[in-house]
């Protein structure tokens, strides 16, 4: 009887460790619950903020959190702080999507074209990827928004060019073991472009790569962001960002704290949820943890 019960109670067992392994942990669905509630709020931002983000209510300047017309208190204008939060939210990460695709395009293309030319293209590629890697970023930011000005278009483009080069490389290297395993080099003789081959075949194969490297560069342009408009050479009045919010509330921490505290809760809260779903990804997606 024992030696019969055996086999069953072992065969469970991997199936209940599959089971483990594909449960969502709670810290997890706290982290996608918060960024949903992000987007939701980017979307709707108009719609959601009780009043305009511009108006003043100087008879209710830097009223307190719990405030009967302002529920998140006022600033120096009388600006409704939870408006401005919103707006600022909406902004903040319209600046965060279109820098990481931005970055994760230019990365992609530039590794795939290393991959493909070899020789003198990739050792150019290789080089500026050396060259944007040695150089602190933020210096360079500052230099180039000092010398041409900011506006919403620029700052965009400018923080695009943050972290392409760890695209570049994930995808160069990944795009040559593609092409050692032969399946590309296969469907390459059977006729097809090599544009074709790295974008229907090779691409598919290492985007969840590339997902998760843009799930851990995504808090850092966040904070780069928020980085420039604390230092005044991000977004610029009227629009308001999260960094913004945080550079102007900063000269009345001591007597409305509350107006640099909301936008800086935002911002650490936010980067702190796309880094867990990011980990989450990469122990899900990397086949050398499974």
């Not at 982290?31 to 108009?46: Q, S």
């Not at 997902?211 to 050479?233: K, N």
């Not at 960002?241 to 505290?261: F, Q």
Request: glycine fraction near 8%; charge should be neutral.
């Amino acid at each position: 009887m024992t030696d019969q019960t055996l086999p069953a109670a072992t065969a469970g067992e991997p199936i209940e460790h599959s089971a483990r392994a594909r449960r969502i942990p709670l810290l997890v669905w706290i982290a996608i619950g918060w960024l949903v509630a992000m987007v939701i709020i980017a979307l709707f931002a108009e719609a959601l903020a009780p009043y305009r983000y511009t108006a003043p209510d100087l008879r209710n300047r830097l009223a307190p959190p719990g405030h009967a017309l302002h529920w998140l208190g006022t600033d120096e204008l009388g600006r409704d702080v939870l408006s401005r939060l919103f707006i600022s939210i909406q902004i903040s990460l319209l600046i965060a999507f279109g820098a990481s695709l931005i970055s994760a395009a230019l990365g992609t293309i530039l590794g795939f074209l290393a991959a493909y030319f070899r020789g003198f293209i990739e050792q150019v590629v290789l080089m500026l990827a050396d060259f944007q890697a040695s150089m602190p970023f933020l210096i360079l930011a500052l230099s180039v928004l000092a010398f041409f000005g900011t506006s919403l278009v620029l700052l965009v483009c400018l923080m695009g060019l943050f972290g392409w080069e760890r695209y570049a490389r994930i995808a160069r290297g990944l795009a040559i073991s593609a092409n050692a395993q032969g399946y590309a080099a296969a469907v390459g003789q059977l006729g097809a472009s090599p544009f074709r081959i790295y974008l229907r075949h090779v691409l598919p194969n290492i985007a969840s790569t590339l997902i998760v490297m843009m799930t851990l560069v995504f808090p850092e342009v966040i904070l780069l962001e928020s980085a420039l408009s604390f230092l005044g050479l991000g977004v610029q009045p009227p629009v308001t960002s999260l960094g913004n919010m945080v550079g102007y509330g900063r000269e009345y921490i001591t007597r409305a704290p509350w107006i640099m505290l909301a936008p800086a809760v935002t911002i650490v809260l936010t980067t702190l949820a796309v880094s867990i779903l990011g980990d989450h990804l990469r122990d899900k997606l990397d086949p050398t943890l499974r």
